[in-house]
């Protein structure tokens, strides 16, 4: 089998591994947090601006979202992370420690902004995650975007629930 390797054809192998092997680097290299759908990545929910990766738009809507980990009781969680439940509780309300402003930018032009304060309804929950929606925007293809959030309040007891933030299409699986 060895016989019919020609130094030509291992040539044209080893000119095929290492144009793979710099393509997955450099798009390593470029954007560790990006998915290919948007932005996934680890933050810190103290007071102060987090920013993500410059990402390339793909779709027209793009969520905005901070996601825990269950690992508070699960009344505390939803309470700090503003859950909104009807009827509201004035316990949690006074407990709600995720507070945002938000600012989508591409290039230095803001292209849509927001804020989420208090209690909110925009939630979405699954076995090992609390996820809440704190704005979207309508993104351009190919269009590059940079997402800031400022938290306002101070977060940081959340800060163990391995907190992200995540840019993404509606139907992205996260």
């Not at 680890?42 to 690992?71: C, D, M, N, R």
Request: net charge positive.
């Amino acid at each position: 089998m060895l016989g019919n390797c020609r130094p030509a054809n291992l040539r044209a192998l080893c000119w095929t591994l290492c144009i793979l092997a710099f393509t997955s680097v450099a798009r390593a290299q470029g954007c560790p947090s990006c998915t290919k759908g948007g932005v996934d990545m680890p933050i810190s929910l103290a007071a102060g601006t987090v920013q993500t990766p410059e990402f390339t738009a793909k779709h027209k809507i793009y969520w905005i979202a901070i996601q825990s980990q269950w690992l508070l009781p699960t009344v505390v969680l939803r309470c700090k992370m503003g859950f909104g439940v009807v009827p509201p509780s004035d316990h949690c309300r006074s407990e709600a420690v995720l507070e945002a402003d938000w600012k989508v930018f591409d290039g230095d032009r803001v292209v849509a902004q927001g804020s989420a304060k208090g209690m909110s309804p925009d939630f979405e929950a699954g076995k090992d995650y609390l996820r809440r929606y704190i704005g979207r925007f309508d993104g351009e293809s190919k269009h590059k975007y940079v997402v800031k959030v400022t938290f306002t309040k101070d977060g940081s007891s959340l800060d163990v629930t391995n907190p992200r933030l995540i840019v993404a299409p509606p139907d992205f699986a996260f």
